[in-house]
């Protein structure tokens, strides 16, 4: 889900930061003389190790199993076309929720081409305006690729898909998807799968055929880089953590909540709710912890636990207690949040989601020196 939908505020452009004086070149920007790290050389090496280690092990896989997750996705939705079964028709929401995961961790950083090529909101925009897709759907239009490249947002991506796979009521037969809707969805989705390549190759190294974002933040403070200073790149980072967080839990949960009206609820139709805003959380893990799959290395959490081991135990642990908190609410996320509904348990997970977040902005900013 893309933030400006809802808190525009919340995801700061590298250019905005940076006329407000974000990052400044001052003093502050070489370590303080005493504690962990007293060497000046050595941290500047343990931040240069953490930002390539974060780009190669953690954001490059994770754009890449996004790209190939949706990849799946587009084969699933040919092969359902073709023949409209109702086995195709459980693959290819199969092959949606598998997109969503990856999709969803690559919320925890959201930066960079993600914002200046607007891709955010060509891939996720919510909420849906189904009236204007309802009303197409019986127009004369034409539909390619073209046509919702050219569209608004909120009539195409991932939960434009979503919404022709499950339907209204998330119950939606194969039987019950028109001929209009075939054509549909195979032109949004080929225009989804546009947007989603274009994230690859704005991430990958330009041996790859990419645009090399990668670079930018692995070199964040050398000659050519976009971020002025290595402090720039974490904060750059750290910045995208706690967003996500809020957005989770004062948007993504928020709304709903306060409408008391699954309504709002994203991916409502389908009913992964509760996946996404796990996937999101795991997304903050990852570049925290600077893991990914099998792939392990230094991550946010060197940089702080070098300075403070107790702030350090005590995010990890807040990241677990989040994680616990969202698989509470129950039966459903568009259950819970309904008058009568099992409301406190997502009170609760929105409280250990914002502490986290706060955990985030105020004693990580701070420790770290990043404004």
């Known amino acids: 889900m893309n933030a400006p939908k809802y808190l525009p505020f919340l995801r700061l452009s590298i ?8 990052w400044g070149c001052n003093p502050e920007d070489t370590p303080p003389s005493s504690g962990t790290h007293t060497d000046s050389t050595v941290y500047e090496q343990a931040t240069a190790d953490v930002l390539c280690d974060l780009t190669h092990n953690v954001i490059l896989p994770i754009v890449n199993d996004f790209d190939a997750r949706t990849t799946e996705l587009s084969t699933a939705i040919t092969n359902l076309n073709t023949t409209r079964s ?6 290819t929401k199969t092959a949606w929720r598998n997109a969503r995961r990856p999709w969803e961790m690559c919320e925890a950083f959201l930066f960079g081409p993600a914002k200046s090529q607007q891709l955010d909101p060509a ?10 897709i309802d009303s197409i759907l019986v127009s004369s239009d034409q539909f390619t690729s073209t046509y919702f490249d050219n569209s608004e947002n909120n009539i195409k991506g991932s939960h434009a898909i979503e919404y022709i796979l499950w339907g209204e009521n998330g119950d939606k037969t194969v039987e019950q998807i028109s001929q209009r809707e075939y054509e549909f969805l195979v032109a949004v989705t080929a225009s989804f799968r546009g947007s989603t390549a274009r994230l690859k190759k704005s991430w990958v190294p330009a041996t790859e055929g990419g645009d090399d974002y990668a670079k930018q933040v692995c070199e964040a403070g050398k000659a050519g880089s976009l971020y002025i200073s290595q402090k720039a ?7 995208s953590l706690y967003s996500i967080l809020t957005e989770v839990s004062d948007s993504k949960m928020g709304i709903p909540f306060g409408q008391m009206n699954n309504e709002f609820e994203e991916a409502r139709f389908s009913g992964n709710s509760i996946p996404d805003f796990l996937a999101n959380i795991l997304g903050v893990q990852s570049i925290y912890e600077g893991n990914y799959t099998s792939n392990s ?8 636990k070098a300075k403070s081991p107790e702030l350090d135990a005590k995010i990890k642990t807040q990241i677990q ?6 698989n509470e609410i129950t ?3 568009g259950e819970a ?7 406190n348990s997502i009170q609760t997970a929105r409280t250990a989601i914002t502490e986290l977040a706060t955990l985030f902005k105020k004693d990580v900013v701070e420790l770290l020196k990043l404004q």
């Open 331 to 333: 039966p459903s996320f």
């Open 86 to 91: 109702a086995e195709n028709l459980e693959a």
């Open 15 to 22: 250019a905005a930061l940076v006329v407000a004086g974000f």
């Open 321 to 326: 207690t989040a994680i616990q908190r969202i």
């Open 337 to 343: 949040v309904k008058a009568g509904g099992n409301r």
């Open 233 to 239: 790149g974490v904060a750059e980072i750290v910045t």
């Open 297 to 304: 290395g230094k991550g946010i959490s060197d940089l702080v």
């Open 123 to 132: 891939v996720d925009a919510w909420p849906l305006d189904k009236i204007t």
